[in-house]
């Protein structure tokens, strides 16, 4: 059984910085891109970030590139996003998602696409402050 289990969020004021973290269990990190997704109040759900361990691969969309760092520790199954420079249309609840890897440019894929990962974690709200 494939569990994504994010933790992280909370309260940041507007400049501030987060780290958002993501535990999986239960897949092969080789064979899965593993992003994140935010969905804020009323709008529709953002690709943000995606990482293939499988080649190293990391697309990121353009309303967070310049401000964000996915990562990876592979020995902890543990996915990271960090982003700078909050601002408040940040808020939102943020979700760490799977989809499987086809090719180098799946993350990319999925940036765009992000209803078609296949697993979501349970998702953790951010709210950045003004």
């Known amino acids: 059984q494939v569990q994504l289990v994010e933790s992280g969020g909370g309260l940041v004021q507007a400049g501030g910085s987060l780290r958002l973290s993501c535990t999986g269990s239960?897949?092969?990190?080789?064979?899965?891109?593993i992003g994140w997704v935010r969905q804020a109040p009323g709008k529709e759900r953002e690709g943000i970030a995606s990482y293939s361990s499988n080649g190293g691969n990391i697309y990121y969309a353009e309303s967070v590139e310049a401000r964000s760092t996915i990562s990876s520790d592979d020995a902890k199954s543990t996915v990271y996003l960090e982003m700078n420079s909050l601002i408040p249309e940040d808020t939102a609840d943020y979700f760490c998602?799977?989809?499987?890897?086809?090719?180098?440019?799946?993350?990319?894929?999925?940036?765009?696409?992000?209803?078609?990962?296949?697993?979501w974690g349970q998702g953790t709200q951010v709210t950045v402050s003004s």
């Open positions: 239960g897949l092969n990190l080789d064979d899965y891109v």
């Open positions: 998602v799977a989809g499987p890897r086809f090719t180098a440019y799946s993350g990319r894929v999925y940036i765009s696409k992000p209803d078609q990962y296949t697993y």
